[in-house]
C-alpha cells in the first residue's frame, strides 16, 4: 500500500518516558528518532502494523508558542486529548501481562456487545481503549 | 492552575470515580488518588474539570443507571441499588432533577428507539450520552420548586 495514513502524533508531556511505555511496556518498536536542536521527531510502530507510525511528540517550540504548549499539556494531563484504541486478539490476557508490568489500568475487561475492552492511560494522560472485536463466523 | 504533573494526578481521581462510580468517594479518599491534601482538592479538581467532584460522581452513577435502564431487564430498584444508591426514593429523585425524567421513563424511551450503537466503542457512546451536569442538583430542585410556586 502506497497510500493512506502514515502518521498520527500524541502529545506526549517527556519523549523518553513515552518511549519507554510505548517500547518498553505496549511493545511497540521504534521507527524514527531524529533530533534537529530542541526538537525531536520520534515515531514508534506496532509490530504487527508496519504502514503505520504513531508519533510521540512534545508540544513546544519551534511549532508552537509557549502558552499554547502549556495549554496542551494541561489538556494531555486532564485527559481531554481524543480516544485511542489498540486491537488485540486477547484482551484479558493483554491485561494481565501489561497490568504485571506496571500500566495504570483505568477499566477492567468488560464484555461488551460480545467485544471485550479495557481502558488504560500512558504516562502522559492518553487515554487507550483496548478492544477484542468478537471473532466473525464465516 | 496549570500544573501539567497536578492534574495528571487529579485525572488519576477521576478515573478511579469513572471505574467504580457505585463506591464510596468521599474527598479523603480522592485526595489520597491525586496526593493533594483535603484541603485542596475539591478546588483543584473542580478547576480542571469545571466541576466539583461530588457531581461528578453523581452524573457518572446517572450515566450508568441509564446504560442499565436501556441495556438490561434489571428492575429499577437494583440499578439503584448497584449504581451506589442508599436508597430508590434518593436515586429517582436525582434521576428526575439531573435528566428531567423518571428512571421508567427514559427506560421506555430508551427501548422504543432502536439504536445502532454496536459499532462504536461502548465506552465512546456512554461518554456522548453523559448527563450535562452544568448546574448543582439541589439548585436546580430549588428551580424546579420556584416554577412550579410562580405558576
Known amino acids: ?25 505496549l511493545g511497540f518498536r521504534v521507527h524514527t528518532d531524529v533530533r534537529n536542536g530542541d526538537h525531536r521527531w520520534l515515531t514508534v510502530q506496532h509490530p504487527e502494523q508496519p504502514s503505520f507510525q504513531l508519533g510521540l511528540f512534545t508540544p513546544g ?20 486529548m481524543p480516544p485511542l484504541v489498540l486491537d488485540v ?24 456487545y460480545g467485544n471485550v475492552d479495557a481502558g488504560f492511560r500512558d504516562p502522559s494522560g492518553n487515554g487507550w481503549k483496548m478492544i477484542q472485536a468478537q471473532k466473525r463466523s464465516h | 492552575m496549570t500544573d501539567p504533573q497536578l492534574l495528571r494526578r487529579l485525572l488519576r481521581a477521576q478515573d478511579r470515580i469513572d471505574a467504580a462510580s457505585h463506591e464510596d468517594w ?16 475539591a478546588r483543584s479538581f473542580r478547576r480542571a474539570f469545571g466541576i466539583p467532584p461530588h457531581r461528578y460522581l453523581l452524573t457518572r452513577r446517572i450515566e450508568r443507571a441509564t446504560a442499565l435502564l436501556r441495556d438490561t431487564d434489571l428492575p429499577i ?19 428526575r432533577d439531573v435528566t428531567g425524567e423518571s428512571p421508567g421513563a427514559v427506560r421506555m424511551r430508551a427501548r422504543a428507539a432502536a439504536h445502532q450503537l454496536g459499532r462504536v466503542p ?12 452544568v448546574t448543582a442538583v439541589s439548585e436546580k430542585r430549588r428551580r424546579a420548586t420556584s416554577d412550579t410556586t410562580n405558576s
Do not use: N
Not at chain 1, 61 to 78: C, E, H
Open chain 2, 122 to 133: 461502548a465506552c465512546i457512546v456512554s461518554a456522548a450520552h453523559r448527563a450535562d451536569l
Open chain 2, 26 to 41: 468521599p474527598v479523603r479518599r480522592l485526595a489520597q488518588v491525586s496526593a493533594v491534601s483535603e484541603a485542596h482538592f
Open chain 2, 77 to 95: 430498584t437494583e440499578i439503584a441499588f448497584q449504581t451506589g444508591w442508599q436508597s430508590l426514593g434518593t436515586f429517582g429523585r436525582t434521576f
Open chain 1, 89 to 112: 486478539d486477547d484482551c484479558r490476557g493483554t491485561y494481565e501481562r501489561l497490568r504485571a508490568i506496571g500500566v495504570e489500568f483505568t477499566q477492567e475487561p468488560t464484555d461488551r
Open chain 1, 61 to 80: 517550540p519551534p511549532v508552537l508558542d509557549a502558552a499554547t504548549a502549556q495549554a496542551l499539556r494541561a489538556m494531555v494531563a486532564k485527559g481531554a
Open chain 1, 1 to 25: 500500500m502506497s497510500q493512506g495514513v502514515g502518521v498520527v502524533g500524541l502529545y506526549v508531556r517527556d519523549q523518553d518516558e513515552a518511549l519507554a511505555f510505548y517500547v518498553g511496556k
